[in-house]
C-alpha cells in the first residue's frame, strides 16, 4: 500500500479525510490497519482526531475495530502514548470520547507527560464539561511556593520607608504642584525649556535683537 512523506499511508489519508468510503475500498484491497507513521501514529488516532462529520468518524471507528481488534481503542502511539481518547478530547470530538468511554478506556488515562484527556483539550469547552459530567479527574492546582526570606525583608522595609516608591505614587513628596493638571505641567515645563534655550542664545549673542522675547514668555 501507498506510503507517503512521513510515513503516512493512503487509509490515514482516509481517516483523516472522513471518508467513509475510501476507508472500505482501502481496506478491502489490503490496507493494513498496524502501518504507523513515522510518529508511531495508527489510523485509528487519525480518525479519532480528524476533523469533519463526527458521526462519519464514529463509523471509521467501527470498521477499524472490525477489521483489527476492539482492544485497539487501548492503543497508544509512540511518540507520546496517547490513547485515542486524548486525541478525540484534543481537536473536540466529543462524540467519540462517549463511544470510547461506553467501550471501556479509562477516562483518566494518561499519556508519557502525564496528561489526561481533560487536560488535552483546554480549548474544548464543550468536551470538558463532557469529561467532568464522566467523573474525570481534575487537576491540581499548582502549590504557592513560600517566597525566600529576602522578598519578605524587602517588601517590609518598603512600607516603612518613607521615600515614595515611584513618581506617579508620590508628585507631592517630588515637588509636583498635585493641584495642577498633567496638561498644565508639561505646558509649564515646555515654557521653561524655551525660555533657557533662548537666554543660551542671548548669552552667546546668537539670539536675534528682540529683548523683549523671553520677557514676553516668561511674562
Not at 473536540?92 to 489526561?116: E, P, S
Not at 463532557?130 to 491540581?140: R, S, T, V, Y
Amino acid at each position: 500500500m501507498f506510503i507517503g512523506a512521513g510515513g503516512v499511508t493512503l487509509l490515514m489519508k482516509a481517516c483523516k479525510r472522513m471518508s467513509v468510503e475510501c476507508v472500505k475500498v482501502l481496506l478491502e484491497y489490503g490496507a493494513r490497519i498496524y502501518d504507523c507513521d513515522e510518529w508511531g501514529v495508527y489510523p485509528i488516532h487519525v480518525c479519532a482526531g480528524a476533523y469533519g462529520d463526527f458521526d462519519d468518524s464514529l463509523k471509521i471507528l467501527d470498521i477499524l475495530l472490525e477489521a483489527g481488534n476492539p482492544e485497539d481503542i487501548h492503543m497508544k502511539d509512540a511518540e507520546s502514548e496517547k490513547l485515542p481518547l486524548h486525541y478525540a478530547a484534543q481537536y473536540g470530538n466529543k462524540k467519540l470520547c462517549q463511544k470510547l468511554l461506553d467501550m471501556g478506556v479509562d477516562i483518566n488515562a494518561k499519556d508519557k507527560h502525564g496528561r489526561t484527556a481533560y487536560m488535552s483539550c483546554e480549548r474544548q469547552k464543550k468536551v470538558r464539561e463532557f469529561l467532568e459530567q464522566q467523573g474525570c479527574e481534575l487537576p491540581k492546582p499548582p502549590e504557592k511556593k513560600p517566597l525566600p526570606p529576602l522578598f519578605p525583608a524587602i517588601k517590609n522595609t518598603n512600607q516603612s520607608s518613607n521615600q515614595p516608591d515611584s513618581l506617579v505614587a508620590a508628585p507631592a513628596a517630588l515637588g509636583r504642584d498635585t493641584s495642577m493638571s498633567l496638561e498644565g505641567e508639561v505646558s509649564m515645563l515646555t515654557t521653561e525649556v524655551e525660555i533657557n534655550a533662548l537666554k543660551d542664545k542671548e548669552s552667546a549673542g546668537e539670539a536675534d535683537h528682540q529683548p523683549s522675547l523671553t520677557q514676553e514668555i516668561e511674562s
